[in-house]
């Protein structure tokens, strides 16, 4: 049970970074093709990208520390 909740977690992480380089990426591109869209705004272009990458190292860290519990409680099942 707590390998397949390591391998949710991992998939979580995966996903979570992969949102964030494709929401980037896309993000650059329009940018890069309609510039005058986001002259009219008052933040910079790249701001709801700050924001993904907060979201995303938030993620991360729950998961990790989640992580951490799972390799701590599967060694104590081993050892018993």
Same mark, same amino acid.
């Given at each position: 049970? &707590?390998?397949?909740?390591?391998?949710?977690?991992? *998939?979580? %992480? $995966?996903?979570?970074?992969? !949102?964030? &380089? $494709?929401?980037? *990426?896309? +993000?650059?591109?329009? @940018?890069?093709?309609?510039?005058? &869209? @986001? =002259? %009219?705004?008052?933040?910079?272009? #790249?701001?709801?990208?700050? !924001? @993904? $990458? +907060? !979201?995303?190292? /938030?993620?991360?860290?729950? /998961?990790?520390? %989640?992580? &951490? #519990? *799972?390799?701590?409680? %599967?060694? =104590?099942? =081993?050892?018993?």
């Amino acid at each position: 049970m &707590l390998e397949r909740f390591n391998r949710i977690l991992n *998939i979580i %992480m $995966g996903s979570a970074v992969g !949102v964030l &380089l $494709g929401h980037g *990426i896309y +993000l650059y591109w329009d @940018y890069r093709t309609r510039p005058g &869209l @986001y =002259e %009219m705004q008052s933040a910079p272009w #790249y701001t709801s990208i700050l !924001v @993904y $990458g +907060l !979201v995303t190292v /938030c993620v991360l860290i729950l /998961c990790f520390i %989640m992580k &951490l #519990y *799972i390799r701590k409680r %599967m060694r =104590e099942l =081993e050892e018993e």
